[in-house]
């Protein structure tokens, strides 16, 4: 008999919610700080689900628990765990999960089934599973969400205990010796550091210090950022072909006492401007471009954005340095531009960027319009020398690695990690890996899309929202710094990730297309979080970290890496430009996608468990802010919701649970009046008899 299991009667709710909103929150070390993935699911939320999922409710032992006061203390002290289980204090308390390792060993017996998830994304539902003890397994079409997994399931436990290789770490130990994966990570932070000043050999003349004005202190300081403006030449002939600039505010920074703003001083008769900080008491003027149009400095002439458009596909868009952020004695310091940065910042000359089209139509991409048709055009020239630096770094920091692990005495059979391989080859490609992540986050805060956040005084990386839109006024980081944005910054993010992870559990992760089959796993217990209809185009976005991953890492993975782009063809998203522009065609491909994976997920699932499956809504069921009142785009989520419904029920599934989850923050800047992905619901589902 099939027993019922926890989450099909009862879950604490508020407690699980409250710890996925709160989990937002939390940075140095969070696993979802590794490497950026859209609407990647709470870690809280797993944990909990899953435990739930495996755990026997107690009215399944009507002979230990006879009476409905009996079933409701049991399970009070079930939940009870499970509240202790979701707070991010306790991810690593070994106590605790003993506790829950233990609850999930009675009701699934020695050994407990494996996990598997199907659309493992950013790898949350795997790492979790991990954590609680489970042989965890995932699979994705999309090869930077399979990455990201291995990095997080996969590597880390193949040199669990190990001690670093570099020179530096050889003597060091911590407390007798290297728990977990910290051995890995102190390496990452060496080869990491190593690429960063090598590469400052090489391009560091890119990178000039700024000289500061008196009231900052005078002498030389340390780049933070250097802020552009994008600019097209004035339709109004009378300023003769002078470029104006596109800036969306004025504003350096809002913080109180530390208050600073851009003045352009114009010369009107010369069609000329030039552009001052100012830190005065009063504010700057209004911006010379809204969500209307622009508006020429120099003349007031409206600039609509048809123009602005045409100029930019006609290769006619420039730039022009604005301002350059510092690091001051106190804080931040702000200095008028002067034409020695600019003239540097132009005279970088990059070679063999990555020559990728940007898709010609996808969701929440906008800058095609504007002449932005390949990866390369979301980058300044200065930029793509820097990436591109890191990048060809990455292979010589591996044969470092190889050499330096050999003469620690790890042996080496010349296996790679893709191969299998747990010796010194394989340990120089899992090193290179996490230094590839690194190069991917310093990419996201590096392209030409990234922009000055006035509030917090630090740069917005590309991907604050899941969307590639234009940015008007940019900002662009110094890699070589100490401060926002910095390579080595996003190498201790990574390392600190890596140092923090809990495993007790093997996982491993493969490419698969969960249309055709499902990852070779023996009755696994299926947890997973599929595509929601056209709200994200995973494969698009992807792009713009693959073409990097694959520029170092392709020798390393050289079937995952294989094609130029990530795949497209196969990706279950209901986008009808992919489908010229037809919506029925993308619709009736989504529908029929997400059936045949329900029915591969009905035939492997281990029928003594509930699956379950999770459905993202967006942030709200109204029209957006530019949406009218029952346009299509407002119905889409019913329409995505119903699909997943019908899927279920034709694969020959039942629904025997749903349960309502808050996983984001109400304050976060894409939060209100977008279709920004707020709200999960759990579907816990049985297979319907034949």
Same mark, same amino acid.
């Given at each position: ?46 944990? !909990? ?41 306790? *991810? ?117 210090? *700024? ?30 072909? !002078? ?80 301002? *350059?952020? !510092? ?7 702000? @200095? ?40 390369? #055009? ?39 990690? #893709? ?7 394989a340990y120089a490609d899992a090193v290179v890996t996490y230094l590839a992540l690194a190069i991917d986050r310093f990419a996201d805060y590096s392209s030409s899309i990234c922009s000055w956040n006035i509030g917090r005084d630090n740069i917005r990386n590309t991907f604050a929202r899941q969307a590639i839109p234009m940015v008007w006024d940019f900002a662009e980081v110094n890699p070589f710094s100490s401060s926002t944005g910095n390579f080595v910054g996003a190498i201790e993010w990574i390392a600190k990730v890596v140092e923090s992870l809990m495993f007790s559990a093997t996982g491993s992760v493969r490419q698969v297309d969960a249309t055709e089959r499902v990852n070779g796993v023996t009755r696994p217990v299926i947890s997973t979080d599929p595509p929601y209809y056209d709200n994200i185009g995973y494969a698009d976005l992807a792009d713009f970290f693959y073409v990097w991953l694959r520029k170092s890492l392709s020798s390393v993975y050289p079937e995952l890496f294989s094609t130029v782009l990530v795949p497209k063809v196969q990706e279950l998203v209901a986008t009808p430009y992919r489908f010229d522009g037809d919506k029925e065609k993308a619709r009736d491909f989504f529908e029929k996608g997400l059936e045949k @994976? ?14 379950? *499956? ?61 279709? !920004? ?14």
């Amino acid at each position: 008999m099939v027993k019922k299991k926890l989450i099909e009667v009862y879950m604490p709710l508020d407690k699980i919610n409250s710890e996925s909103a709160r989990e937002k929150s939390i940075r140095h070390g969070h696993p979802s700080t590794l490497h950026l993935w859209w609407a990647r699911r709470p870690l809280a939320a797993c944990r !909990a689900v899953l435990f739930a999922q495996l755990v026997d409710d107690p009215s399944s032992h009507p002979d230990r628990f006879p009476t409905p006061e009996a079933q409701k203390a049991e399970r009070k002290r079930l939940c009870d765990i499970i509240e202790e289980l979701v707070l991010w204090e306790n *991810v690593n308390n070994e106590e605790i999960l003993a506790r829950a390792r233990h609850e999930i060993l009675k009701s699934t017996g020695s050994p407990p089934p494996p996990i598997l998830d199907p659309f493992c994304g950013g790898g949350s539902i795997p790492l979790e599973a991990q954590r609680l003890g489970l042989e965890a397994h995932g699979s994705d079409l999309n090869p930077v969400a399979v990455l990201i997994t291995k990095a997080l399931i996969e590597i880390p436990p193949k040199f669990a205990g190990l001690p670093p290789v570099n020179p530096n770490g050889q003597a060091k130990m911590i407390g007798g010796g290297y728990q977990r994966a910290q051995g890995l990570a102190e390496d990452i932070r060496y080869y990491g550091k190593w690429m960063r000043d090598e590469a400052e050999k090489r391009i560091g003349y890119l990178y000039p210090k *700024v000289k500061l004005p008196e009231e900052e202190g005078g002498g030389e300081a340390t780049v933070i950022a250097w802020l552009w403006a994008r600019t097209v030449a004035s339709p109004n002939p009378a300023c003769n072909g !002078a470029h104006v600039p596109l800036v969306r505010s004025f504003y350096l920074s809002k913080k109180k006492g530390r208050q600073a703003w851009v003045e352009p001083v114009i010369d009107r008769k010369r069609n000329t401007y030039r552009f001052e900080v100012r830190s005065e008491v009063g504010k700057p003027r209004q911006g010379t471009v809204n969500r209307r149009g622009g508006t020429c400095l120099l003349s007031d002439v409206p600039i609509p954005f048809a123009y602005i458009r045409e100029e930019g596909k006609a290769g006619r868009m420039g730039v022009r340095l604005m301002a *350059v952020v !510092a690091e001051g004695s106190v804080g931040r310091a702000y @200095v008028s531009p002067d034409g020695v940065h600019e003239s540097v910042a132009r005279s970088a000359n990059p070679v063999d960027v990555p020559d990728t089209d940007l898709p010609d139509k996808a969701l929440g991409f906008r800058v095609q319009v504007y002449g932005m048709t390949k990866h390369a #055009d979301l980058f300044t020239s200065r930029q793509l020398v820097a990436v591109t630096s890191f990048s060809d770094l990455a292979q010589q920091a591996r044969t470092r690695v190889l050499r330096d692990a050999v003469q620690a005495g790890m042996a080496d059979d010349g296996i790679g990690i #893709d191969e299998g391989g747990t010796g010194a080859t394989a340990y120089a490609d899992a090193v290179v890996t996490y230094l590839a992540l690194a190069i991917d986050r310093f990419a996201d805060y590096s392209s030409s899309i990234c922009s000055w956040n006035i509030g917090r005084d630090n740069i917005r990386n590309t991907f604050a929202r899941q969307a590639i839109p234009m940015v008007w006024d940019f900002a662009e980081v110094n890699p070589f710094s100490s401060s926002t944005g910095n390579f080595v910054g996003a190498i201790e993010w990574i390392a600190k990730v890596v140092e923090s992870l809990m495993f007790s559990a093997t996982g491993s992760v493969r490419q698969v297309d969960a249309t055709e089959r499902v990852n070779g796993v023996t009755r696994p217990v299926i947890s997973t979080d599929p595509p929601y209809y056209d709200n994200i185009g995973y494969a698009d976005l992807a792009d713009f970290f693959y073409v990097w991953l694959r520029k170092s890492l392709s020798s390393v993975y050289p079937e995952l890496f294989s094609t130029v782009l990530v795949p497209k063809v196969q990706e279950l998203v209901a986008t009808p430009y992919r489908f010229d522009g037809d919506k029925e065609k993308a619709r009736d491909f989504f529908e029929k996608g997400l059936e045949k @994976v329900f029915a591969q997920m009905r035939s492997a699932h281990n029928p003594e468990f509930p699956m379950t *499956v999770y459905y993202a809504f967006k942030q709200s069921e109204i029209q957006g802010e530019d949406e009218e009142p029952g346009s299509s785009q407002t119905m889409v989520v019913s329409t995505g919701w119903e699909t997943m419904l019908e899927g279920l029920v034709a694969a020959g599934f039942a629904i025997t649970g749903t349960w309502p989850m808050r996983t984001e923050r109400s304050d976060r800047p894409v939060a209100t009046g977008t279709n !920004a992905l707020a709200s999960s619901i759990v579907l816990v589902c049985r297979p319907r008899p034949k």
